[in-house]
């Protein structure tokens, strides 16, 4: 089995683990930033919280539809 084919085998769950780590830091990091410069802690980063744990649900969701598709 060659490198590149082993790689192709598993780069969609690299991928969905990048897509998810960034889901969640992303907004979280931004919620920092802003309390930080707005001086609201830590309402907003609780907002990014939050925000965070929709955008995964979205994610988990619309992997698990595309997964109920293609069976």
Same mark, same amino acid.
């Given at each position: ?21 960034? $889901? ?6 931004? $919620? ?19 925000? $965070? ?10 992997l ?7 069976s």
């Amino acid at each position: 089995m060659s490198e590149k084919s082993t790689f192709s085998k598993y780069a969609p769950y690299l991928s969905l683990g990048l897509e998810i780590a960034v $889901g969640i830091s992303l907004p979280i990091l931004i $919620g920092y930033w802003l309390d930080e410069y707005f001086e609201t802690s830590p309402w907003l980063l609780l907002v990014g919280c939050v925000l $965070g744990m929709i955008n995964v649900f979205v994610i988990i969701f619309r992997l698990s539809k595309k997964l109920n598709d293609d069976s």
